[in-house]
């Protein structure tokens, strides 16, 4: 039986990006457009071109960046959107104009002071004349979540009528239960005539928690269209994530859907994303989360070592994730601490790694995570069994407003002082530039933590790195009240571990 298909229509640079702080400018935009295009999206919802000069232009340059997915540009029920949107998208291969208006309640009488008449007359009116523009229009009835079903009805076959392609049926507030929420859309598939001749898309707010699962119902309920964004930013409580959904599309092979996205690229794209949005993902965050492949309780990490699938429903290679990790803290476990000492080429008998782990408890219940230098010292490395010949020497910065930050740095090498002068996005930024200058290695910093150890201005800070060559990992730590010398230390401490 062939599979249905889900088409994505991905709202990051549109809804996504409308969370406070986190604009992009046009060329960050088109790097994002082009990541989405990578990763299969169908549409890209580029912008509400009449909104501002910013936007228009944006619209204007992803169009001609992207080819495969359909370009959209967001609009009211208005003219005059319509004409600047058409205008913005005149370089898209395929050309979307999505197009609409309130159908609830509170839009109709509280928003709009119209009346349920007339909001069915200004919707049709404006997809005929969006549809004088381009083919594919796509109609939203905002406030859907909350709106009447019989009414809601009536709108959509009015606006099949009228030309569009594609209804758009958003919980803009996120109010509805996922039952509610399925049951809509298949009333609208059950009771709207012409149904056949239109895709029902779903866009959903998470206000209440519930995006993904209402996405999910309206899906399984007829929906062949989900609106979505990376990371599930968006206005407020953000909207529905793309990596959820198309992830249990893939885990539920009951469900016989199928969608475009390559999920390989799915966790590249959510770190480009928050990178470049200036937005941290949640830690424990679906799919896409620090913790969502980590392991640190003894039962889980055993149960893993034994065999993934007792506690991991996705293999993490599937999302681009390299591997699982197994954290070691106070609540793992012989099985773990074994492994990890296995990675790093030791091996013990019985009676000598029952002697291990109680050392290890004890170090664990005073120290967050256990890392790597700490297993070596456990095992009987009193001293790290890689020689380090990488230490700072001098470092000078020089930032500050209306100062581009430029750092000169100077490094021991075995035995021989390097210097190199570099800028960057900030003082740190500048003077790792410089050791990457010095040491020639390409490199990727996967996490900088930055912890206060004590309290006021004059505080110690710890700094731990983690940072990947070759698909490696490698670990550095340094404390210093000077935490710009102390992110320095770190990255050549873990460094010194490549070279």
Not at 87 to 114: Q, V
Not at 144 to 151: E, F, H, I, L, V
Not at 328 to 345: D, E, Q, V, Y
Request: glycine share 8%.
């Amino acid at each position: 039986m062939a599979k249905d298909r889900v088409y994505i229509f991905d709202t990051t640079l549109r809804d996504g990006e409308q969370v406070p702080g986190c604009q992009l400018n046009t060329i960050e935009k088109i790097e994002v457009a082009k990541a989405l295009e990578e990763l299969g999206v169908d549409v890209i919802e580029a912008g509400f071109p009449i909104s501002s000069p910013g936007d228009f232009n944006s619209v204007i340059e992803i169009s001609k960046a992207v080819t495969e997915p359909v370009i959209c540009a967001l609009t009211r029920a208005v003219k005059k959107d319509i004409e600047v949107a058409a205008e913005s998208l005149k370089f898209a291969k395929r050309g979307r104009i999505h197009t609409g208006i309130g159908t609830s309640y509170y839009h109709i009488y509280h928003k709009l002071n119209s009346t349920p008449e007339e909001i069915i007359q200004r919707g049709a009116e404006a997809v005929r004349y969006a549809k004088s523009f381009v083919e594919d229009v796509e109609f939203y009835a905002e406030d859907a979540g909350r709106s009447d079903n019989k009414y809601l009805a009536q709108v959509v076959e009015a606006m099949i009528d009228a030309g569009a392609t594609v209804i758009n049926i958003p919980d803009t507030t996120g109010y509805t239960l996922p039952d509610e929420y399925g049951k809509k859309i298949k009333y609208l598939a059950d009771h709207v005539s012409n149904i056949d001749k239109a895709i029902l898309s779903t866009h959903c707010h998470n206000d209440l928690g519930m995006a993904t699962a209402n996405t999910m119902s309206g899906i399984i309920n007829g929906a062949r269209q989900v609106e979505v964004t990376i990371n599930g930013i968006g206005e407020r409580a953000g909207n529905t994530s793309l990596e959820e959904v198309v992830m249990i599309m893939k885990s539920r092979k009951h469900l016989n859907l199928t969608s475009n996205i390559n999920p390989r690229k799915i966790y590249s794209t959510s770190r480009l994303v928050s990178t470049l949005m200036r937005m941290p993902v949640q830690p424990n965050k679906a799919i896409v989360g620090r913790n969502a492949f980590a392991h640190s309780s003894g039962i889980h990490q055993d149960g893993v070592l034994k065999r993934r699938e007792n506690y991991e429903i996705i293999n993490p290679k599937t999302v681009g994730i390299t591997e699982s990790s197994i954290l070691l803290t106070a609540r793992s476990g012989r099985a773990a601490l074994k492994h990890r000492l296995g990675k790093l080429g030791y091996t013990f008998s019985k009676n000598a790694l029952d002697k291990i782990y109680e050392d290890f408890v004890v170090l664990a219940d005073s120290k967050k995570e256990i890392v790597d230098e700490d297993l070596k010292i456990l095992a009987g490395a009193k001293e790290r069994d890689i020689k380090r010949n990488l230490h700072l020497d001098k470092l000078q910065v020089l930032c500050g407003k209306g100062t581009s930050p430029v750092a000169t740095v100077s490094i021991i090498w075995e035995g021989e002082i390097h210097t190199a002068t570099s800028q960057g996005n900030g003082p740190v930024d500048a003077s790792i530039n410089a050791v990457k200058m010095i040491l020639n290695k390409k490199v990727r910093i996967e996490e900088f933590l930055i912890q206060a150890i004590t309290r006021g201005s004059d505080d110690m800070g710890k700094v731990h790195m983690q940072v990947e060559n070759k698909s490696v990992l490698y670990y550095g730590f340094s404390a210093s009240t000077d935490i710009v010398t102390a992110s320095v230390e770190a990255f050549i401490d873990a460094m010194s571990q490549i070279v």
